[in-house]
């Protein structure tokens, strides 16, 4: 399956984006999920929803302010980000697999990945 990731863009703190990643060539793999890499810094596990299924999860730093969904018609899924600081300026990628529920939080476990899109959060 390839992914492609975009709606990134510069925006003030406070301010609001929707990313999207959209499937092609297959549907999503049992998790669809969305990490971030700041510069100089890991990338770090975002959020996950579950392909087939309800399990949803957010990285403490983003919760309550991120939401993520997906669009089974579509083959897509959605990142939205209300309440933006200029802590969740990074590289955005989604990612796509199989893993057990425990293991959404490791990049590792994924084996594809869209090319990333920049969130910008400044003033």
């Known amino acids: 399956v390839q992914l492609q990731a975009s ?18 060539g297959r549907t999503f793999s049992r998790w669809v999920s969305w990490f971030r890499q700041a510069p100089g810094k890991e990338r770090e596990f975002v959020s996950a929803t579950e ?16 939401t993520i969904s997906k669009d089974k018609a579509k083959n897509m899924a959605y990142l939205q980000m209300n309440s933006l600081k ?5 590289v955005y990628y989604c990612a796509s697999g199989s893993t057990i529920a425990s293991g959404v939080y490791d990049s590792k476990n994924y084996n594809y990945w869209g090319q990333g899109t920049l969130v910008t959060v400044s003033s």
């Open 86 to 90: 200029p802590a969740d300026t990074a």
């Open 51 to 66: 392909w087939n299924g309800g399990h949803t999860y957010y990285a403490d730093s983003v919760k309550g302010r991120f």
């Open 7 to 24: 709606g990134g863009g510069l925006v003030q703190p406070g301010g609001s984006l929707r990313l999207s990643c959209a499937a092609s």
